[in-house]
């Protein structure tokens, strides 16, 4: 069993400081010097973002059917090699798929699923035998492909500072979170490279993970000579599982409040502003965080090392089991937007920068903070999906959503420390839940 003591001692302190202090620890240069940091204020008037190759200089497009690199202009539209193949062979030899009404989405890893979806997305991006236009193309045509897909556009000057925001903010994501919603996926998916996790259905299951987690960082030998833990008593297990999710929520906190730092301005409001939004915030993100781990089985865990079956967490005796079910229910729904992680960084931030928290003082530069993201947040979306035009309402609304989420959690942390007097909820947390909601 973990030791609760020990990770107070390692996490608490450590994570109370950034908590209560997060104008401490400025940027090192290293850390400077892995991304641009971006002024979140308007660009100055006199600024010109439009600076044009020549011709002849390569473009980093993406394929307008699937969005993967294109090759170049195949058939009236920037295409990869693998849908101009697709739409030539439909053509010529004139193909007829079986219909298919459900308007599937087409991507990379999705196109070769779907063979009509797929050509019915060449003719909706604009694909004709009758544009066979290859390789170099009118100066007007490029500068315009310029501004749309290379950070510029002359009707909006501020697009570039968005882009690099965004870019920001997802090289931060990758920083400070150790479980990714890619590297999530790739877990679930079984595509990873390493061991598959272990899986926790039951009692002596849940014991048998404990070991299974030691015994990875055991050298061959002492793995050998290690014998399986006695089985806990079942009063013990919900419990024990309790504790488990408090130590990593612990250290899940200290992540989102060093990824709050790196946000721009960020640091520069008000102190017990800055520690407000922490408050309110850590634990939306973390109920976020949480979705892509999760499928309609169960969810990751001890960083993608442990999944625990969504019957197990159902079969936990009441409130236990009550936490964690409305969370299943929560992923399912929103991991069927299919953001990226570039699409959770900016999420992220917006969640955290949230001006209507109680207690705040100064309310207008969170709410300007916030605009600017939001506007990041609404050109990522309709870059990277130009198929879900209301992919930014129904994202939005998840906040609302978020919100009833984290306040029945509380709710319910409340009434176990009541009913189980052996409870001691682990100090951060306390201090982060006491008087929310």
Not at 38 to 46: I, T
Not at 76 to 87: I, L, S, T, W, Y
Not at 148 to 174: G, I, T
Not at 232 to 237: F, N, V
């Amino acid at each position: 069993m973990f030791d609760l003591c020990y990770c107070q001692q390692r996490v608490y302190n450590k994570v109370l400081r950034n908590f209560c202090s997060v104008n401490d620890e400025p940027l090192s240069p290293s850390q400077s010097s892995d991304c641009h940091i971006v002024s979140l204020s308007r660009p100055r008037p006199h600024s010109n973002p439009l600076t044009y190759t020549d011709a002849s200089s390569p473009l980093n497009i993406d394929c307008r059917v699937c969005g993967d690199k294109a090759s170049g202009f195949h058939y009236g539209v920037h295409a990869c090699e693998g849908c101009k193949g697709f739409f030539r062979r439909t053509v010529r030899l004139k193909l007829v798929y079986d219909h298919c009404e459900l308007h599937c989405r087409i991507h990379k890893k999705s196109r070769n699923k779907c063979q009509y979806c797929r050509f019915q997305k060449c003719l909706l991006v604009g694909m004709s035998h009758d544009a066979i236009r290859f390789g170099r193309m009118p100066q007007v045509e490029r500068e315009k492909l310029q501004a749309e897909f290379m950070d510029v556009d002359p009707r909006n000057p501020e697009s570039a500072e968005l882009r690099a925001l965004s870019r920001q903010l997802c090289l931060s994501y990758h920083r400070h979170f150790p479980l990714t919603k890619s590297k999530a996926k790739a877990i679930l998916s079984g595509k990873t490279h390493g061991n598959s996790p272990f899986v926790i259905h039951d009692m002596k299951s849940l014991t048998a993970g404990q070991y299974f987690i030691n015994c990875r960082q055991l050298p061959v030998l002492e793995r050998q000579r290690s014998v399986l833990p006695p089985e806990e008593p079942a009063g013990e297990l919900e419990l024990s599982v309790f504790r488990r999710i408090q130590i990593r929520s612990a250290e899940a906190v200290q992540e989102v409040t060093e990824f709050a730092k790196s946000i721009p301005g960020f640091t520069e409001l008000d102190m017990n502003d800055q520690v407000i939004l922490l408050k309110y915030g850590v634990i939306e993100v973390m109920t976020t965080m949480l979705a892509p781990l999760m499928n309609k089985d169960g969810t990751l865990f001890a960083y993608g090392q442990i999944f625990m079956t969504r019957e197990f967490l159902k079969s936990l005796r009441k409130p236990f089991c009550e936490m964690m079910e409305p969370k299943f229910e929560f992923a399912v729904k929103f991991n069927v937007l299919e953001l990226d992680d570039s699409d959770m960084a900016l999420f992220f931030a917006v969640i955290i920068l949230s001006g209507d928290r109680p207690g705040l003082v100064n309310v207008k530069p969170i709410e300007d903070l916030q605009e600017t993201v939001l506007q990041a947040l609404e050109l990522q979306l309709k870059t990277i999906h130009p198929d879900c035009p209301q992919l930014f309402a129904k994202l939005l609304q998840k906040m609302t959503d978020l919100r009833q989420l984290v306040a029945n959690h509380v709710r319910l942390i409340h009434l176990l420390k009541k009913q189980e007097l052996e409870v001691c909820l682990h100090p951060l947390l306390q201090e982060i839940m006491r008087d929310l909601y």
